[in-house]
């Protein structure tokens, strides 16, 4: 039987702009724009939910056309909602600007997500896991809900992932505040640059040394160079998936699904398979535009 993961995190629709050259400032460039469904939250959820992971998502939209129409998508594909219709506010937006390498740039309106309070996250279940996204913790509207559903998991003996979302964010925040929050995570997954900011290291490997050392198991994505799972003495590194890149968007939530699908759902909970798991589901998103 499939461990059940409540996830609690924004849902959103990503409006992607893939640029065909440099940005033109003063003038104009040719792109392809489209709507996808997004937010940290709910692309882990969908990606959980499609590889066959009983999932409970809990978030926020708002009372308009997007968050219905999200709100579908995400039945469609087989996630258990519990998000609240905000009155009177927008279900949030977030505006990724892809340059030709693939990377991006983000411009986000969090828009009904601000407005998660601890009662719209249902209750654990025992023996289970909760994911908690980062952007949650880093602003004070969504905070006590996600600290709530942490000290809920804790009681009742989940497991428990946190992402830290994104270093600007996370800076404005406070490390020494967010390391504080997350004690009692049992998986942290950063990637490197959070890793970096969140222990002063250098070097991913010491950084996730670092890590390891106050979590259970520190996970550590590096791009093209794969990642890493450090859990007390044990170091393990897996290669990068071959990919064809267009678009980085939403690579690091489906790696989280994919790494937790597979340590949550098999009895051994092997790190270099839940590391190979997590790369396949970030080398299949980051063929096409969008985030799921």
Excluded: K
Aim: glycine content about 14%.
């Amino acid at each position: 039987m499939r461990t059940p993961v409540v996830v609690v995190g924004d849902v959103a629709t990503d409006v992607v702009v893939v640029l065909s050259g440099e940005p033109a400032p003063g003038s104009d460039r040719p792109a392809s724009i489209a709507s996808r469904g997004g937010g940290a939250g709910a692309n882990v959820a969908a990606h959980l939910a499609r590889l066959g992971t009983p999932t409970v998502l809990a978030g926020c939209i708002g009372d308009d056309a997007p968050g219905a129409g999200l709100a579908a998508e995400l039945t469609a594909a087989g996630v258990a909602l519990r998000l609240r219709t905000v009155p009177g506010a927008a279900t949030g937006t977030i505006v990724s600007l892809v340059e030709p390498d693939g990377q991006r740039s983000m411009l986000a309106d969090r828009g009904a997500n601000l407005a998660l309070r601890p009662a719209d996250v249902p209750a654990p279940t025992p023996g289970g896991h909760l994911h908690v996204s980062g952007y949650t913790l880093l602003h004070p509207g969504p905070r006590e809900a996600g600290l709530a559903a942490l000290r809920a998991a804790a009681d009742a003996g989940c497991t428990v992932s946190v992402d830290p979302a994104s270093t600007g964010p996370l800076l404005g925040y406070g490390v020494d505040r967010w390391l504080a929050d997350t004690a009692g995570a049992t998986l942290v997954l950063p990637n490197a640059d959070e890793a970096r900011l969140l222990t002063g290291c250098a070097d991913p490997t010491a950084a996730a040394r670092a890590l390891a050392g106050r979590h259970p198991i520190a996970v550590v994505t590096l791009g093209p160079d794969g990642a890493l799972w450090v859990a007390g003495d044990e170091v393990v590194h897996r290669a990068a998936h071959p990919t064809t890149v267009v678009d980085t968007t939403g690579a690091g939530d489906a790696f989280a699904a994919g790494l937790l699908a597979a340590w949550l759902g098999t009895p051994d909970r092997s790190p270099a398979a839940a590391l190979d798991a997590g790369l396949a589901c970030a080398a299949e998103v980051v063929r096409r535009p969008g985030a799921r």
